[in-house]
């Protein structure tokens, strides 16, 4: 079996992603999560497998450059990346969503309310132009990299994207979702030389995913394609 | 006296940020740094100016679409950003560098040893680009949000450009620097119609920064020239 190289999303999802990794045969060896997480790579010392740790929206530029034969990611920031890369499985996990949300003070109910030329605030520029344009509703993208829901408050943007999973931020800073743009989970992604190198070795991953329930989705044309 | 908004860094330079805006007279009421740093907006009730906390690489997007009158960010990101902002006082704080490293074993000494076509991995993408275009040396830029110095150690980059201020991250990941590009510290930055309207404020608290020490400059001419 040859080794693979995965890069693993830092955050919330590290812990329950290394605990489908281990269960899924790719570390062995006694490796904790607080090692772990002080180390930006590290190898299990019985499988041979390496790991590295990575922001989740620079997980995809491993995979494209091909730094890392797998990932683990969010499909909002696969989507976001907009790069082709081969998304093989759905985990199961990180469910949210990336909604429009608006100021519950400024009267906008739906898509159809929204002003033309709003400010929308946003860390998913490329998702956000791509959604209003289809829409048809001229808008203009004010990137921020966090802290998005403040930006209405302060009047730096009349409405914002973002992702949400309980609801809370935007509850909290008075703010409604009018509109759904896309569900988001952790995704599997791949290498595409890598796919074609190791072959075997991320079938056989694949597999056990699919064994250890959740659901494959995008990916299964790639496999049956076969 | 008209009330300020201020953008504010999270982060390390939040809490020395505070100290400074509270000696120059921003902030006469009894709040604390706990109590801010939990809280995205606030307002002094003393002083009535208002202050928003920010990460650092988005304070430029604040002050350039007038959410708030001024701001405290770091050199390095004012120029990532790009556009034209007003640049009033270094505050003498936050200093770093940015620097070319490289992997000990790469055997670069100097620009002037860097392979053509050679892959750079950096969070300041514009900056990267336009120091080797100026130095005539064509490079593929890779753009990270964290862990630069990650890249060259798993092959995703040869090089990095990062900051850097006490460089032991980059001696802990075996990358020595081989090239300054700028020095960077805190910046006091404000927004052209603001610095318009409400001059008598921003001025006097620029006169209260020069009191308390550190040196104005790129400001110099934008107020000598008034």
Request: aromatic fraction near 6%; proline fraction near 4%; glycine fraction near 10%.
């Amino acid at each position: 079996m040859k080794e693979l190289i995965t890069a693993l999303p830092k955050g919330r999802l590290l812990e329950p992603v290394i605990g489908v990794m281990r269960e899924a045969g790719m570390i062995e060896g006694d490796l904790n999560i607080e090692t772990i997480s002080r180390k930006l790579v590290f190898t299990d010392d019985v499988t041979g497998n390496s790991f590295l740790l990575a922001k989740p929206k620079d997980v995809p530029a491993y995979i494209e450059h091909g730094a890392a034969d797998i990932g683990i990611t969010g499909k909002d920031v696969i989507m976001e990346h907009g790069k082709k890369l081969y998304e093989l499985f759905d985990l199961g996990a990180g469910y949210c969503k990336m909604v429009v949300a608006v100021p519950e003070s400024s009267g906008i109910k739906g898509l159809d309310t929204i002003p033309e030329h709003s400010r929308v605030a946003t860390s998913y520029p490329n998702i956000t132009q791509q959604f209003f344009a289809r829409k048809g509703i001229q808008v203009e993208v004010i990137y921020l990299n966090g802290s998005v829901e403040l930006a209405p408050l302060v009047g730096l943007a009349d409405l914002i994207v973002d992702i949400t999973s309980t609801g809370r931020t935007l509850k909290k800073n008075n703010l409604i979702p009018v509109a759904e743009i896309m569900n988001s989970s952790a995704r599997l992604v791949v290498n595409n030389v890598s796919y074609k190198t190791k072959y075997k070795e991320i079938v056989g991953l694949l597999r056990k995913f699919e064994e250890m329930g959740g659901e494959s989705r995008d990916g299964k044309n790639i496999l049956s394609g076969r």
